[in-house]
């Protein structure tokens, strides 16, 4: 039989003869289009990165070079015409913000840190949200609400304070006070695998002293502007000096006010693990739905952060709840507080105490409290408190 051509296989089973250059040719080509195409998607990603960072960038920029910006909102042509009742609350002519910096983006706009800076040359860290640039009219209205809404509510020494606003004039913002170590939460991560002989431990009694705070917060929104927070976490208090305590997170608050297609928005924004049995079933938000979730901040305050049912997927803690299912006595937690946490677990609402009364149990029961550092050893692992918490 006469041999094939040399780079063929003299077959008969195999329809077409295989070719070696082509063969050399694909080893090359292949991999260098998937190395090709490997260095064009993280291109792509490091754009869209840049890109973010610009706009960001030239939000804040806006708010910085804007501030002295004579342009009023009535002679504006293209900004939105309306009249405000926040005269008293527009910042002086001799206050001044500086060092203004992007800190995370809001609702309606970049939320910074800054100074504001007196005439008499001292100087308070504030929190600013401001109202992004080139907002349509009706969302600019809902921004001006929202600074009114600050401005009549918060107005208590346990609610996140306003300190002024600019609404008569581009950009508009309003300045919020500013506490350290701020937010509660990342506060009590701050203690895990803490030293316990500190000089100032963190213990069960500092349990009840910043629960109480909350608590008076919480009824001040009820009792003197008829508000349901919506949100009670540790996430949404912040705190200061000397374990001072003030609720902030006020969004569902202020959507309580509007439309109920808004609120219903907003409330499922709120992770499961937080909500009252009756805001999961029939999206009913009242006064004791925040008494159910202020439960589970004490359960965050005395766990030192931990996510609450941490056994259990979001979907499934309603089923347990239904079936009497309560969380167990967390681990350095009294009789008098997993009892107090319990009355806020009442299945039905109108068996759960109402704020007033959760301040008078606190008081009647601190002296029980214990004085020893809370000790938890582990560090949180974001990713698994995010997994954990459903916030994923």
Not at 261 to 280: C, D, F, I, N, Y
Request: positive net charge; charged residues 20%.
């Amino acid at each position: 039989m006469p041999a094939g051509p040399p780079g063929c296989v003299n077959d008969s089973s195999l329809p077409t003869c295989y070719d070696e250059s082509s063969g050399h040719l694909a080893v090359i080509i292949i991999p260098s289009l998937l190395a090709l195409s490997t260095v064009l998607v993280v291109a792509l990603i490091f754009y869209s990165l840049y890109k973010n960072q610009n706009r960001v960038q030239r939000s804040v920029t806006h708010f910085i070079n804007a501030q002295q910006s004579v342009s009023t909102i009535e002679t504006c042509g293209h900004t939105p015409k309306f009249r405000t009742a926040l005269g008293p609350w527009e910042i002086p002519e001799d206050c001044v913000l500086g060092e203004v910096k992007f800190w995370q983006k809001g609702r309606y706009g970049p939320i910074c840190k800054g100074l504001l800076k007196n005439s008499n040359g001292t100087s308070s860290s504030v929190v600013v949200k401001c109202l992004r640039d080139g907002t349509n009219q009706p969302e600019a209205k809902e921004f001006v609400g929202w600074v009114q809404f600050h401005a009549t509510v918060c107005k208590h020494d346990n609610v996140v304070r306003m300190l002024c606003c600019q609404t008569k004039r581009l950009p508009m913002y309003m300045v919020l006070e500013a506490c350290s170590p701020g937010n509660l939460l990342h506060f009590l991560w701050t203690l895990r695998n803490r030293n316990s002989n500190t000089a100032d431990p963190f213990s069960e009694m500092s349990v009840f002293l910043v629960a109480k705070q909350v608590a008076a917060g919480l009824d001040y929104l009820m009792s003197n502007h008829r508000l349901v927070h919506g949100d009670v976490a540790a996430r949404n208090v912040l705190i200061g000096p000397g374990l001072s305590a003030r609720m902030s997170g006020l969004g569902l608050a202020f959507s309580g006010r509007r439309v109920y297609s808004a609120l219903k928005h907003r409330a499922a924004e709120v992770p499961l693990k937080w909500k009252a049995p009756e805001r999961v079933l029939v999206q009913l938000s009242i006064d004791r739905s925040d008494v159910w979730s202020f439960g589970i901040l004490l359960y965050e305050l005395i766990t030192l952060g931990s996510p609450p049912y941490p056994e259990l997927e979001p979907l499934d803690v309603l089923p347990k709840l239904q079936g009497s299912y309560r969380m167990e006595r967390p681990e350095n937690c009294g009789v008098p507080l997993y009892d107090l946490m319990r009355y806020c677990w009442m299945w039905s609402f109108k068996d759960r105490p109402t704020f007033s009364s959760i301040i008078k149990l606190l008081e009647s029961s601190i002296h029980r409290a214990a004085t020893e550092a809370i000790c938890v050893p582990e560090v949180m692992d974001m990713w698994e408190y995010n997994r954990q918490a459903g916030l994923l």
